[in-house]
């Protein structure tokens, strides 16, 4: 009876584990979200181990908008803490967004923004695999250095 009981504990604690465990490193590479399925929005968000968080998000309703976020992000009790390092959009510098995981593992990402507060539906991101680091985080630098060294008008 004492080995029956052993055996449930372990199995109700891994039940509980993969969210408890989860890692940075968990996270780094490139993972992709369609925002709404009735429009074509997408986006192209990579995680780095150096702490940088990186997107690439398209809009296509009546005009293609595209919006490039370069993030500062780290990971705290199961919350995905991201800070707006440099954007395209309206967002000012240091705004934080908080995503907790409800899900993670080597193919899928579901998050719920819990911060700013707000009725936000989950978002399903999904990692695409054998896509080559540096990707997405590249282009979004090199795209904020090259617009830094603009002559100012």
Same mark, same amino acid.
């Given at each position: 009876?004492?080995?029956?009981?052993?055996?449930?504990?372990?199995?109700?604690?891994?039940?509980?584990?993969?969210?408890?465990?989860?890692?940075?490193?968990?996270?780094?590479?490139?993972?992709?979200?369609?925002?709404?399925?009735?429009?074509?929005?997408?986006?192209?968000?990579?995680?780095? *181990?150096?702490?940088?968080?990186?997107?690439?998000?398209?809009?296509?309703?009546?005009?293609?908008?595209?919006?490039?976020?370069?993030?500062?992000?780290?990971?705290?009790?199961?919350?995905?803490?991201?800070?707006?390092?440099?954007?395209?959009?309206?967002?000012?510098?240091?705004?934080?967004?908080?995503?907790?995981?409800?899900?993670?593992?080597?193919?899928?990402?579901?998050?719920?923004?819990?911060?700013?507060?707000?009725?936000?539906?989950?978002?399903?991101?999904?990692?695409?695999?054998? *896509?080559?680091?540096?990707?997405?985080?590249?282009?979004?630098?090199?795209?904020?250095?090259?617009?830094?060294?603009?002559?100012?008008?």
């Amino acid at each position: 009876m004492r080995n029956h009981l052993v055996i449930l504990s372990i199995f109700i604690f891994s039940l509980y584990a993969p969210l408890s465990k989860c890692a940075p490193n968990d996270l780094i590479g490139i993972w992709i979200i369609n925002h709404n399925s009735e429009h074509v929005d997408y986006s192209f968000i990579e995680y780095q *181990a150096n702490g940088d968080k990186c997107e690439i998000e398209f809009s296509l309703v009546n005009s293609l908008d595209v919006t490039l976020y370069w993030n500062k992000w780290r990971l705290e009790n199961g919350v995905i803490h991201s800070s707006i390092y440099n954007t395209t959009s309206f967002i000012e510098y240091g705004f934080e967004i908080g995503d907790k995981i409800n899900t993670l593992n080597e193919n899928e990402l579901f998050v719920d923004m819990v911060i700013p507060e707000g009725d936000y539906e989950t978002e399903y991101h999904y990692k695409k695999h054998g *896509a080559k680091s540096g990707q997405i985080c590249d282009t979004v630098r090199k795209f904020f250095k090259n617009k830094s060294n603009e002559p100012t008008k």
